[in-house]
């Protein structure tokens, strides 16, 4: 687990050319590994949102799901983590996330204005 981690911060295979079959390998076996672990952790309501939120932002499910590995690994998690307790994690981490950074996103909707608009009367 400690491989996955510091492949994980690294960020690449050493390197820099493509991946040897035997990294290619070990990178498969430490994902299975990786998703065994998850699946014994989060209930199936859980894993079901943390899929929906990886086809979202994949980076943000990573770091979600780094989180809740590490904390099954320093033992703070002691039965299966629920949808709600997932939510509540999600939560702590946009707090964090907003402390750590002032800008929040925005939606501006501008709309056009076409030729012959009805508005305009």
Do not use: C, H, W
């Not at 859980?46 to 799901?65: D, G, K, M, T, Y």
């Amino acid at each position: 687990m400690d491989n996955l981690n510091s492949l994980q911060q690294a960020g690449s295979i050493p390197g820099g050319g493509q991946p040897s079959p035997e990294d290619e390998a070990k990178r498969k076996q430490e994902e299975e590994m990786r998703r065994g672990l998850l699946a014994t952790i989060l209930d199936t309501e859980a894993r079901e949102r943390l899929s929906r939120i990886a086809l979202v932002s994949a980076e943000r499910s990573r770091q979600i799901e780094a989180i809740l590995l590490r904390m099954a690994q320093s033992g703070q998690i002691r039965g299966r983590v629920t949808e709600a307790q997932l939510i509540d994690l999600l939560e702590q981490m946009e707090e964090a996330q907003g402390k750590t950074s002032a800008k929040q996103s925005k939606i501006l909707y501008q709309r056009r204005k076409d030729f012959d608009d009805d508005f305009d009367i």
